[in-house]
């Protein structure tokens, strides 16, 4: 394996994956329509901006690189705006993911990387969640991403794609060696948002309940370094370059953190006081989801390394370093 093709790399996970791509010497090329990823985050690799739904632009995309191995982050990812627009997702991600795999049928190209999410998971019966527990998304965004699951499952039997498909917990942190991080418009996850309030850019962050059956009563989540993620993508790509068997890979740390811990980190980490109010429930936040990741240990050798502190440490580097984001 020698060229890499990253869709999506122009995003926040994506962009990583491309920095840690260069690093290690592969040839990076990124396919982006830059609808929500930016420019200046693809570091040491090629772009060529369009959209995975455009056949004429990939095949151009595929013709001019000889690809070994695809990793596909594209996709919307925000649970609420899936819910209000479920046609934009399904188009986008659904139609993106038929696109790429296309391509790589009538190329020859026979593995990939796909990002999927716990939100494929629903409600979760139990905790910590394994890859053979019930799927059942309770939103467009988790459908979207577990009707492309069941995508890959076909086209490795129809065509010999062979596929990982990594089931992210909640990413956060970024890269600072490389000055790349997370720039969302509008922004609605916990960390910026709370890191927001820590630049003075917001004067509170709403604690969204705090009448889960949770230990302080707000909602408990996995929080997983985007950088440690990156890792484990590698790790997939090799395994399935060896011959590794298809399927699902949960990536998390394993630890649940509630909200209000959440928010108590960040105020150690920047010393600044974070002022929060207690605001009603978001619909469709599942009280805990916390991932058992033993099967990528056990069968890729991935270990996340970064704990929480290093997380909000790293995204704290990056916000307070570029306030403004990419500021494009
Ligand atoms: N939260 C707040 N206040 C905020 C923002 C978030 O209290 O201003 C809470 C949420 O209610 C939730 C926790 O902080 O309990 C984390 O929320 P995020 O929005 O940061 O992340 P989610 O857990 O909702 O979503 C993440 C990914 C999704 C993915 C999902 C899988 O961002 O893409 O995990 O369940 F679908």
Request: charged share 20%; aromatic share 8%.
């Amino acid at each position: 394996m020698k060229t890499i093709l990253v869709a999506g790399g122009a995003g926040y996970i994506g962009s990583h994956m491309v920095a840690l791509l260069a690093e290690k010497g592969y040839d990076v090329v990124v396919v982006d329509n830059l609808a929500t990823g930016h420019r200046q985050a693809v570091k040491g690799a090629q772009l060529r901006v369009g959209d995975l739904r455009d056949a004429d632009f990939l095949e151009q995309v595929f013709t001019e690189f000889s690809v070994d191995g695809v990793i596909n982050f594209a996709a919307f990812s925000l649970v609420g705006e899936s819910v209000a627009d479920p046609l934009k997702y399904y188009d986008n991600n659904i139609a993106g993911a038929v696109g790429i795999l296309t391509a790589m049928k009538n190329h020859g190209v026979n593995k990939i990387v796909f990002s999927s999410t716990a939100a494929t998971y629903g409600e979760p019966e139990k905790q910590p969640i394994e890859e053979s527990d019930r799927t059942d998304p309770i939103n467009p965004y988790g459908a979207s991403k577990l009707a492309i699951e069941g995508l890959l499952r076909w086209c490795e039997g129809a065509y010999g794609i062979h596929y990982a498909a990594l089931r992210y917990f909640n990413a956060a942190g970024a890269d600072p060696t490389v000055g790349i991080g997370e720039d969302h418009h509008p922004e609605t996850h916990l960390i910026p948002i709370v890191l927001q309030c820590a630049l003075g850019k917001r004067d509170h962050v709403g604690i969204f309940g705090d009448d889960y059956p949770t230990p302080d009563g707000t909602c408990l989540r996995d929080y997983i370094h985007v950088r440690d993620l990156a890792e484990a993508h590698l790790l997939a790509l090799e395994y399935l370059d060896k011959g590794g068997q298809s399927g699902p890979f949960n990536l998390g740390c394993g630890d649940g953190y509630s909200v209000k811990e959440l928010i108590d980190t960040a105020r150690a980490v920047t010393g600044k006081p974070i002022p929060a109010v207690v605001e009603p429930r978001r619909a469709g936040d599942p009280p805990a989801l916390i991932a058992s990741s033993q099967k990528a240990q056990e069968v890729l050798g991935w270990k996340p390394r970064r704990d929480l502190r290093q997380i909000v440490a790293d995204a704290w580097d990056w916000h307070s370093s570029h306030p403004e984001g990419y500021g494009d």
